[in-house]
């Protein structure tokens, strides 16, 4: 088979190391990719929004399936440009990827098909807004509608803080994004993201991680696009990953199938485990990163035909996928700076030596000088990930490897998994 792979993140390395695995593959093509993926695949500059390259590209190496790594990718329609050539995609079309890309829309969906999720409302207007606040107990959770990078989300400890971020949003501190204003019940419990597999028809569940989304240790600091993760998460038990599969993941396959947008490729239902059950927080409509970095880690079976069914049906006729009984655990270094803004173009050294068994070092923000320095040239950097037998073995192993790597610019958690140890 061809692949082509999109997407230049920790998530996307993660993915073509996987892919590269199987013996299905005989030609590995990356858009745009990252230096950790040169080993991998082809890499070709194409950025993840460009679609009538990314299409052209498709059809030049004949790809028999494309991965989509990024939301971005999916919010321009890749998948729908794919669909009309005959090409099989992974990753939902445009109008499904909305179950990511409009919060207005999935608060919507969830409540046309009785998906359980705080209480909510969508607002253009600051009064009406604040008058469904004065309905609420603090604290009020503030969004911005549409995708903002993680960033659209506010959690304001009273009122006045409230109306603050609400006209921030509506007057567009998120571009497009806060056109709208979705203002949320406050939800209590431990936080975890569940993926499944969809072919539009059906629903596999394919692993559970937690990520870790504030900057610094003691879950103190800024939102961030995740500063580490671990796989499985003991939150998870069998009692709440299955209620969570019959009232949420197959509810929303069921009814986008049903409003004639059926969902292919990847549901990651971020939850939250409150006293009365699963609550849905958000839906993304590919993996969370660095949530794929771990699940990867942990994957036994080739994950290619698993892609390759959600993406043209058929999830009922494969079984369900292997997954190693060890834990993984992976640490993310980000640049001095980051989410705000991380400083570019630091020296990292080290990254290239064996770390032993069981542990990868993903490249996400990395650019390579012509002389083969690495560099840092995003906010999050590298991705540190290991196995091991429990969580503080995988998380030794893990820190190991990140005291090897010599980044005087770079920053990371050392409380990676906190919630899992000794539990
Ligand atoms: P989102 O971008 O919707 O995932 O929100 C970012 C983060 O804000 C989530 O990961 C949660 O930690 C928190 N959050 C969002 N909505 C709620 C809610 N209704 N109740 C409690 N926490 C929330
Ligand atoms: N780690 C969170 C996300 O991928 O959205």
Redesign the pocket.
């Known amino acids: 088979m061809n692949i082509l792979l999109i997407g230049s993140g920790g998530r996307e390395h993660a993915l073509a190391w996987k892919i590269k695995q199987s013996s299905l593959v005989r030609r590995l093509v990356i858009a745009p990719g990252n230096p950790g993926m040169e080993a991998l695949g082809e890499l070709r500059a194409y950025k993840a929004t460009d679609v009538d390259g990314l299409v052209a590209l498709a059809r030049e190496i004949r790809a028999d399936l494309v991965v989509v790594g990024p939301e971005a990718a999916l919010e321009v329609g890749i998948a729908d440009r794919l669909a009309a050539l005959g090409i099989p995609c992974f990753g939902p079309t445009a109008k499904a990827a909305r179950l990511e890309t409009s ?1 207005a829309f999935t608060k919507e969906f969830c409540s046309r098909w009785d998906i359980p999720t ?1 209480a909510y409302g969508v607002f253009e207007r600051t009064a009406e807004a604040m008058a469904f606040v004065d309905t609420l107990k603090p604290p009020y ?1 503030i ?1 911005a509608d549409g995708l903002a990078a ?1 960033k ?2 506010a ?1 304001s400890e009273d009122r006045r803080d409230a109306e603050a971020e609400i006209e921030a949003r509506l007057r567009g501190r998120y571009g497009d994004a806060g056109s709208k204003v979705v203002i ?4 209590v419990g431990e ?1 975890a993201s569940l993926f499944a597999l969809c072919d539009g028809e059906r629903a596999m569940l394919f692993g559970g991680a937690q990520d870790h ?1 504030r900057a610094f240790d003691g879950d103190l600091g800024p ?1 961030t696009g995740g500063m580490g993760a671990y796989s499985p998460a003991p939150v998870f038990t069998a009692e709440l990953v299955g209620a969570a599969q019959s009232r949420i993941v197959e509810p929303t396959v069921r009814g986008m199938a049903a409003e004639g947008m059926p969902y292919r490729g990847v549901l990651y239902a ?1 939850l ?1 485990a409150t006293d009365q059950g699963p609550k849905l ?2 839906f993304n409509a590919r993996f969370g990163d660095p949530e794929c970095q771990v699940l990867m880690l942990r994957l036994r079976s080739d994950i290619v035909p698993y892609l390759m069914a959600a993406a043209t049906g058929g999830l009922d006729r494969i079984g369900e996928p292997v997954w190693r009984s060890e834990v993984a655990v992976c640490v993310v270094l980000a640049a001095r700076g980051y989410p705000d803004s991380p400083i570019p173009g630091s020296v990292i050294r080290g990254v290239n030596q064996s770390f032993g068994a069981g542990v990868a070092v993903f490249h996400a923000g990395t650019a390579r000088k012509a002389d083969g320095t690495l560099t840092a040239s995003g906010g999050r950097v590298l991705n540190v990930c290991a196995l091991g037998t429990t969580i503080e073995d995988a998380r030794a192993k893990a820190y190991d490897a990140v005291a090897r790597i010599d980044w005087p610019g770079g920053f990371h958690r050392s409380d990676i998994g906190w919630r899992a140890v000794g539990r």
């Open positions: 919060k705080a959770v969004k993680g659209g989300v959690i949320e019940e406050f939800m936080e989304k939102n971020g939250m927080v958000e």
